[in-house]
């Protein structure tokens, strides 16, 4: 009787043992995501703001395009294919799973990711609180990575411009 009373303590001890140890593997991989999700939602920034503000802005942005210059062009791309994307807001509408890199290819450690990409001018609130002129002045980026599992994350960029 002693002994089966031991056994049974035993393996209840074994089964808390368990239970705490896929808790913090399920918390150790929920953690894994999340940190590729913010790499990956990092490596499209790059990509972006690398490119110009506008398609009619020019390279390194000086003059500005702006009502009172050459007006700035609607979002979206500009006819160019994904690999020719030049501006911040060509990457409107921009959905991809796999993931690419800069170069097109599929990123292979994020197969099961999923990246969702809008760009919009700020919105008149948005320019008045960070105290801007006009519209036309920041670019709001907003990446979404869908990672396998959990939920998606949303990843704000401004983007002003100069
Ligand atoms: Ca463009
Ligand atoms: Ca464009």
Redesign the pocket.
Known sequence: MELIVTMMLISIAVLAITYALSFAFSRQSDGLWRAKSVALAESYFEEIMARRY??AAPLGGIPPCSPATVPC?A????GEPRAEYD?V??FDGLDEQPPLDVNGNPRAEYVSYRVQISVDYLDAAQVAGLGLDDVSDGKLVTVTVIPPVGSPMNFPLLRTNY
Do not use: I, Y
């Open positions: 506008d398609e062009t979002v979206g791309a500009d501006d807001d060509d």
